[in-house]
């Protein structure tokens, strides 16, 4: 066991910290017509059931690999951004206790970054539909980072803007395969999946999660039973006085 404390979450925001609903199913469909691929068939049903293997990818990486040509990548994915931004504003709702287990960590001094596949502009969206634009410390589209998932940069970003001493302080959460191998090619020493997305416990723990968990509140059930654990190995005092125990 690690001596050292986790001073930073990462967490995905759909099927992880927001309910999904099958949005990102719907605006597929939508960015597909748009790109002109047909609308049925197995070119059509290729298409869908890549989105749901890559699920937290930056969509415009997944268009580029599913469209193979930079013009119609680009169609799609305008047309993805600006169906999941529709079926935003129409109402979102946050995965249940999503706020109170974010707040909690902030509280006991763990920093919090929520990260996205979803432009910079969505992620805006999502987050004033949610009234969450102070809720973490950080939020981070692919493009704030250079790459996005599975590229372990808006993990490395958020740890050099929040001044995270090293990635063995990091912990990941993520619905997705994506955000395992985000985490892990980051480094961090949590890397953990939640149930309460794309991709069941099976996928996860094939892509290297060192946890599973059924939801975002268990995560940072997780985080702060851990950061007790080294506070009272250490004899330090926990955030808001008393002793961890």
Not at 42 to 57: C, L, N, P, S
Not at 189 to 205: N, P, S
Request: proline share 3%; net charge negative; with cysteine.
């Amino acid at each position: 066991m690690s001596d050292k404390q986790i001073d930073l979450a990462v967490l995905d925001m759909a099927g992880t910290t927001v309910e999904d609903d099958g949005l990102v199913i719907r605006a597929f469909e939508q960015a597909a017509t748009a790109a002109g691929i047909p609308l049925e068939g197995t070119e059509r049903e290729a298409a869908r059931q890549y989105v749901i293997d890559t699920m937290g990818q930056s969509k415009i990486t997944v268009f580029r690999a599913i469209l193979g040509d930079e013009e119609r990548a680009q169609q799609a994915n305008i047309a993805f951004e600006t169906a999941y931004s529709e079926f935003a504003d129409a109402g979102v709702t946050p995965i249940p206790g999503a706020a109170e287990a974010i707040s909690s960590l902030r509280a006991a001094g763990i920093k919090v970054a929520l990260t996205t596949g979803f432009s910079r502009g969505t992620q805006d969206k999502l987050l004033n539909a949610l009234g969450w634009n102070d809720i973490a410390d950080l939020t981070l589209a692919p493009s704030d980072a250079g790459r996005g998932r599975p590229y372990p940069d808006m993990v490395l970003t958020a740890l050099l803007r929040l001044g995270i001493e090293a990635v063995d302080r990091v912990a990941v959460l993520g619905d997705t395969t994506s955000d395992i191998a985000t985490g892990l090619a980051a480094g961090s020493r949590i890397v953990a999946g939640t149930l309460t997305g794309a991709h069941d416990e099976e996928q996860l723990r094939a892509a290297g999660a060192t946890h599973v968990v059924p939801s975002v509140t268990e995560f940072a059930q997780l985080l702060l039973a851990e950061r007790a654990r080294v506070s009272a190995a250490r004899g330090d005092f926990a955030p808001g006085g008393g002793c961890s125990e």
